[in-house]
């Protein structure tokens, strides 16, 4: 079956850099992307991008980038995201989802689990 | 960037109840529209998507239609289950946007 399964919980200062995992398993990595969403305490959802695990393309919000980079490592089936020079308000639960997207963003149908990250002095 | 508008933002409504969630997109998005349903404390389910196709094991309560610009999610007849906070996501374009979510409560 799919599952993706997160890193734990991440408390960080502002200006540090944060790096959450996603690892997969239960399908062929390659033939999919990942997205990575996040949900603010008591808030609704937002898009932060997309890559292929196919070729590495990316796709990220106009607002993140130059901050955040996504990355994979298909010896692993592995979905990482950085977040670089964190504030207060990227407090926030990080989800990776499998994106049916192979070469550009597409439908998530499955989700990990999520991984807060608090940013807090 | 596509907005979505999602109405109500909640709604109260008992078991065996139809409901209908009405999402809006601010340009045509043909039928590139996905329903998620989050419960607490978890992440979001791929209920319907393309509109109207149904993901595989979603009970059959659940049904979408609509393109362009307006889009519904109906569920024929509530369950315990299924109250929960309901959004529509649009993947016709980057950046995706999601509606601000509807909540369904117990009445």
């Known amino acids: 079956q799919v599952q993706l399964v997160q890193s734990g919980a991440e408390v960080k200062k502002p200006g540090a850099s944060v790096k959450v995992s996603c690892k997969a398993s239960g399908y062929t990595f390659t033939s999919y992307g990942i997205s990575w969403v996040r949900q603010a305490p008591g808030q609704g959802l937002e898009w932060m991008g997309w890559i292929s695990a196919y070729n590495g393309n990316t796709n990220y919000a106009q607002k993140l980038q130059g901050r955040v980079t996504m990355t994979t490592d298909t010896s692993t089936s592995t979905a990482y995201m950085e977040l670089r020079s964190l504030r207060s308000d990227d407090t926030a639960v990080y989800y990776c989802?499998?994106?049916?997207?192979?070469?550009?963003?597409?439908?998530?149908?499955?989700w990990g689990q999520g991984t807060l990250v608090t940013v807090s002095s | 960037d596509i907005q979505m508008t999602q109405s109500p933002s909640s709604l109260s409504a008992s078991v065996g109840d139809r409901v209908t969630i009405t999402c809006r997109a601010s340009q045509s998005i043909s039928s590139y529209l996905n329903w998620y349903q989050q419960k607490p404390g978890k992440a979001p389910k791929l209920l319907i998507y393309a509109a109207s196709s149904l993901q595989s094991g979603v009970p059959s309560r659940f049904s979408g239609s609509g393109s362009g610009t307006d889009f519904t999610l109906t569920i024929s007849s509530l369950q315990p289950e299924d109250f929960a906070t309901y959004y529509c996501q649009q993947s016709y374009s980057t950046p995706q946007t999601f509606g601000q979510g509807t909540r369904l409560e117990i009445k």
């Open positions: 989802a499998r994106d049916l997207g192979q070469l550009e963003p597409g439908t998530n149908d499955y």
